[in-house]
């Protein structure tokens, strides 16, 4: 069990606005910055959003993140089948251990 | 651009111990983090520990402390992670990913950049 949680899964159809949070405590998310990664069958991760917030040069503005206290969304827009993907939230707690989220499986319908 | 390659795959049995390598290029290796994340099959990502490539100092996940190590060699920009006293339980994707840059005492945190991951068998 991750002390960071995600829903396990998501969906939507294309064109659609998807929502996937990560809920963390004050030690982790509270007090540092949260990354997105997104997985691609048999791939590895690809950095998404790093900082809460930035999108790294090539990800599309479609992807965008968010935080708020000890909790963290990423959002996609304009949904398309290629976004059907894992998708883990990750960040550091106050002794400089990296946490992922349990990852949340995007369906696109 | 960054690269991060790593060594190939790996079987081995439980009790054994395994060194997976992780080769950098297109940065200067001394100047950032490289972390150490395992998935194991169908399991979401775990993060290990991390090493500061520019002084060498370590941090690891208290769940694989005295079990893991993790080194580098500067001069040839490539990192090293050894996991002891394999179970079946470690069977998994280990990947090295590039983490923040370094200063002389401290690394920011994230990590940016990924391997293409080294798949351990651990079996009898």
């Known amino acids: 069990q991750s002390v960071v949680t995600q829903p396990p899964s998501a969906s939507g159809t294309p064109g659609q606005r998807v929502t996937i949070s990560c809920s963390g405590s004050?030690?982790?998310?509270?007090?540092?910055?949260v990354n997105w990664y997104q997985q691609l069958p048999g791939t590895a991760p690809k950095l998404l959003i790093y900082?809460?917030?930035q999108r790294p040069s090539g990800v599309p503005d479609r992807f965008s993140g968010s935080k708020s206290g000890t909790s963290a969304s990423l959002a996609i827009s304009g949904l398309q089948s290629e976004d059907e993907a894992d998708y883990y939230c990750?960040?550091?707690?106050?002794?400089?251990?990296?946490?992922f989220g349990g990852g949340t499986k995007l369906t696109v319908l | 651009q960054v690269q991060l390659v790593q060594s190939g795959a790996e079987v081995k049995k439980p009790g054994a111990s395994v060194k997976v390598s992780c080769k950098a290029s297109?940065?200067?290796?001394?100047?950032?983090?490289m972390h150490w994340v395992r998935q194991a099959p169908g399991q979401s990502l775990e993060w290990m520990g991390w090493?500061?490539?520019?002084?060498?100092?370590?941090k690891y996940s208290q769940k694989f402390q005295g079990r893991v190590t993790i080194t580098r060699d500067t001069s040839a920009s490539t990192a090293y992670m050894e996991l002891s006293s394999l179970r079946s339980e470690d069977t998994a994707v280990y990947y090295c990913a590039r983490g923040g840059y370094c200063s002389s005492t401290s690394c920011y945190t994230g990590i940016y950049y990924w391997g293409q991951g080294t798949l351990v068998t651990v079996s009898s």
């Open positions: 090493i500061n490539a520019g002084n060498g100092n370590t």
């Open positions: 297109g940065y200067t290796f001394t100047n950032y983090a």
């Open positions: 004050s030690s982790n998310i509270g007090s540092n910055t």
């Open positions: 990750a960040a550091w707690d106050d002794s400089l251990n990296g946490v």
């Open positions: 900082s809460n917030n």
